[in-house]
């Protein structure tokens, strides 16, 4: 398979899903249901049964279309569905779980992002381009299993997003937030998504930047644990897996840390070149580009993608630590 395989799906929520779940099928079956990392999230499922449920019920209540995406993604899967659903419940199950990704924000400009995810993963994710039956266009990284949303792409001819994990604590959810990050998806404009961000915090924690597809405009917002905080940015920025203005208590992990005063370095040195950034490797800490077998978060960077704003906004997404793009389009 490619290392970024590009697919396209197309119509009803329920059969978006049945499709993304049949390109996924392999790589989940050959190599995600055998980690770990599945294997906790589905014991954890099992232990929080109320949880599982109450989260259920709101999003068939609150989302119900990406309910029925959610059903067509266990049956392309040929899972069950409660397993695909605990699984797109990882973060309010295992809050600390190890999701990583860094963004480079150069508001008027760029936006960039490094995607990483489990090592089992490498070269086994998707570039999905999808044409919803009642909401506009999109395209995004997409991992087998998994919602689209959560992760780094753009809402064609409206705004281009990236997203972190944040690890907070003392949660109480009443919603998946990669079901809020998937409705993201179907909103208009920034200002909508903020909107919706606001509403519904009452998850376990993300970080998303928001960019304007004009350019006009680039926030970047923390939301979960039951408050959004919302920074808009005028000058270029870096953020990793830890809140930088949200009130919650949370987790900062090592590598969380050191990528996020790294890359504040190579700003305040001049870089400008996004790519630069999220290909660094310096010695004197974790890395931003991460390779490592036995990298402390059981994290591998899997793509790195640029997102250019403006006049003729555009799209590159290159496999780890290359200059040349595996795929690219105009949004």
């Known amino acids: 398979m490619n290392a970024l395989e590009p697919r396209a799906i197309a119509g009803t929520p329920y059969a978006m899903g049945r499709q993304l779940g049949e390109y996924g099928l392999e790589a989940v079956h050959a190599v995600l249901v055998h980690d770990p990392a599945w294997q906790a999230i589905q014991e954890r499922a099992r232990q929080n049964a109320p949880l599982i449920a109450r989260l259920a019920a709101n999003t068939q209540r609150d989302f119900p279309a990406i ?118 998806l179907r909103v208009r404009s920034v200002k909508d998504a903020v909107a919706l961000l606001e509403r519904f915090n009452r998850c376990a924690g993300f970080h998303i930047t928001l960019a304007e597809r004009s350019g006009a405009s680039m926030v970047s917002v923390e939301f979960g644990a039951e408050h959004t905080a919302v920074n808009t940015l005028s000058t270029p920025a870096i953020h990793a897996n830890h809140a930088l203005y949200h009130p919650g208590r949370q987790c900062i992990t090592r590598s969380s840390a050191d990528r996020q005063r790294r890359g504040e370095a190579l700003l305040a040195q001049g870089v400008d070149n996004p790519l630069t950034i999220l290909h660094d490797q310096s010695p004197e800490a974790l890395p931003i580009l991460r390779r490592a077998l036995d990298d402390p978060d059981n994290e591998n960077t899997l793509a790195s993608v640029v997102i250019t704003l403006g006049s003729a906004p555009t799209w590159h997404c290159y496999l780890p630590g290359e200059i040349t793009p595996c795929q690219q389009g105009i949004w």
């Not at 797109?88 to 600390?96: I, K, P, V, W, Y």
């Open 67 to 184: 309910w029925q995406e959610l059903r067509g993604l266990a049956d392309g899967l040929a899972l069950p569905l409660d397993e695909v659903f605990a699984w797109n419940c990882r973060g309010e199950l295992l809050a600390t779980e190890a999701d990583g990704c860094t963004s480079v924000q150069m508001p008027g400009g760029v936006l960039a992002h490094n995607e990483d995810g489990l090592p089992c993963l490498q070269g086994r994710c998707l570039w999905v381009t999808a044409q919803p039956q009642d909401e506009g266009a999109f395209s995004v990284f997409c991992y087998p299993g998994s919602l689209p949303g959560h992760t780094v792409g753009v809402c064609r001819g409206r705004f281009a997003f990236a997203v972190n994990n944040l690890r907070f604590a003392n949660l109480a959810p009443m919603l998946p937030r990669m079901v809020v990050c998937r409705a993201l």
